[in-house]
């Protein structure tokens, strides 16, 4: 049985996430942390991640559309940053660490391949 | 025929629950009470999908963070407080008007009660169907596409509130013509590869099926996050596929051969939680 080439009227990814016309995120951080200690930061965010590489079923190829670049500065300083490839699968789920030494804001970034931008913030106390 | 058929039931119930009974008493509780829901055939135990499932995929959906599901229950709460269309308090009502504030739970255990019995349609209605029946009669709307990301994210919204649930559903007399269409459907072959469900959920349950194990097909994590879908889907579009992979033409979405064979096959995951939203290979 094929269960995965031939199921044309299916084709995966092509609904697409068209109502979410601003992408939805998911950010997981601690409110408060002690000083100098290491927190888990994990993120995740609705993008249909369209590897530009797929056909729809009128054999025509269904374009590109992706996030580019994934970037978390906290107090303006660069923490975490990744660029992002076709080959990563839809809602990218990304989880990095950071040791924090005052209080200050988090700000996650993204960008899609038209340079479109979803920013979060995120506060952050430090506990002594 | 009639009373001959029932004296078959009868003989088939009866080494049933002696095969049942016969058993390790604290083995399976479960497939006795399948077996006495009107059932002839000796079912076995239910185990979720999730079972069937590599590590890291179960890893995925118990995560309560990382599941890519609750993406959609985001925006299913989104949806659930909002108006459904501009235009004055209570004009086109948020479902949070009428049911009550998601922090309540207002529509907790709802899920196992569906597919139910639409009696002025003579049908079973599903619970996306129902939902969509609010949005027009209530908030006087146009319904939403089957397999929209909204039906969607409503559907798996009101499912969720039932996480955890254990599914009993019984059948009652005004059930049992769409059950047993169900269950007909079940045992029935069907498409190029004349293959009935059982044939896979049932005969060949735990074996590999290309780089997939066969599960047992029960539904109780549904509307769920795909990998291969790479987004949530609902029920009927797992069993289309199913219709797909067999080479058969599937029916149209919120066809009443899906909302029979829904009913059945929550019947048959008597005894499982509801894991909405699951994860799926």
């Known amino acids: 049985?094929?269960?995965?080439?031939?199921?044309?009227?299916?084709?995966?990814?092509?609904?697409?996430?068209?109502?979410?016309?601003?992408?939805?995120?998911?950010?997981?951080?601690?409110?408060?942390?002690?000083?100098?200690?290491?927190?888990?930061?994990?993120?995740?965010?609705?993008?249909?991640?369209?590897?530009?590489?797929?056909?729809?079923?009128?054999?025509?190829?269904?374009?590109?559309?992706?996030?580019?670049?994934?970037?978390?500065?906290?107090?303006?300083?660069?923490?975490?940053?990744?660029?992002?490839?076709?080959?990563?699968?839809?809602?990218?789920?990304?989880?990095?660490?950071?040791?924090?030494?005052v209080s200050g804001t988090f700000r996650f970034r993204w960008v899609d391949q038209h340079g479109a931008e979803t920013i979060e913030t995120r506060d952050l106390s430090v506990t002594p | 025929m009639n009373a001959g058929r029932k004296l078959w039931s009868a003989l088939v119930l009866l080494s049933v629950t002696v095969v049942l009974w016969s058993c390790d008493a604290g083995h399976d509780a479960t497939p006795m009470a399948n077996a006495t829901a009107g059932n002839a055939r000796p079912l076995p135990a239910p185990r979720s999908g999730y079972h069937y499932q590599s590590a890291d995929t179960q890893a995925l959906q118990d995560d309560a963070f990382a599941n890519p599901g609750t993406l959609w229950l985001d925006q299913g709460a989104t949806l659930w407080s909002q108006d459904a269309a501009p235009g004055g308090p209570g004009r086109y009502p948020s479902c949070a008007s009428c049911h009550g504030e998601l922090a309540t739970q207002p529509l907790r255990g709802v899920a196992l009660r569906y597919p139910r019995l639409d009696a002025a349609a003579d049908?079973?209605?599903?619970?996306?169907?129902?939902?969509n029946g609010c949005r027009t009669d209530q908030q006087q709307q146009a319904p939403w596409a089957f397999e929209s990301d909204a039906l969607l994210a409503l559907t798996a919204l009101v499912a969720n509130q039932s996480h955890g649930m254990t599914l009993a559903r019984t059948i009652d007399a005004s059930l049992q013509p769409f059950f047993d269409a169900g269950e007909h459907y079940y045992y029935?072959?069907?498409?190029?590869?004349?293959?009935?469900?059982?044939?896979?959920?049932?005969?060949?349950?735990?074996?590999?099926?290309?780089?997939?194990r066969l599960s047992q097909g029960l539904g109780n994590g549904y509307p769920a996050y795909r990998l291969q879908w790479q987004?949530?889907?609902?029920?009927?579009?797992?069993?289309?596929?199913?219709?797909?992979?067999?080479?058969?033409?599937?029916?149209?979405?919120?066809?009443?051969?899906?909302?029979?064979?829904?009913?059945?096959?929550?019947?048959?995951?008597?005894?499982?939680?509801?894991?909405?939203?699951?994860?799926?290979?």
Request: aromatic share 8%; proline share 5%.
């Open chain 2, 123 to 131: 049908q079973l209605q599903t619970l996306a169907s129902r939902i």
């Open chain 1, 1 to 101: 049985m094929v269960w995965q080439c031939q199921h044309h009227r299916y084709p995966r990814r092509l609904y697409g996430l068209s109502l979410l016309a601003m992408l939805k995120t998911r950010i997981s951080i601690p409110a408060t942390a002690p000083a100098g200690a290491a927190i888990e930061i994990k993120t995740l965010i609705s993008h249909p991640m369209e590897s530009g590489f797929r056909r729809d079923a009128r054999g025509e190829a269904i374009a590109r559309n992706i996030l580019t670049r994934f970037e978390c500065h906290y107090n303006d300083r660069l923490v975490f940053g990744c660029d992002l490839q076709p080959g990563m699968a839809a809602n990218p789920f990304i989880r990095f660490s950071a040791r924090i030494d």
């Open chain 2, 188 to 212: 029935q072959r069907r498409g190029q590869m004349n293959l009935a469900c059982h044939h896979c959920h049932e005969n060949n349950v735990g074996r590999m099926l290309r780089g997939d």
């Open chain 2, 231 to 281: 987004k949530l889907g609902s029920l009927q579009r797992r069993l289309r596929f199913c219709n797909v992979g067999v080479r058969a033409e599937p029916h149209p979405f919120g066809a009443p051969e899906y909302a029979n064979l829904e009913l059945y096959l929550q019947w048959r995951a008597t005894g499982l939680t509801v894991e909405t939203p699951a994860v799926r290979r």
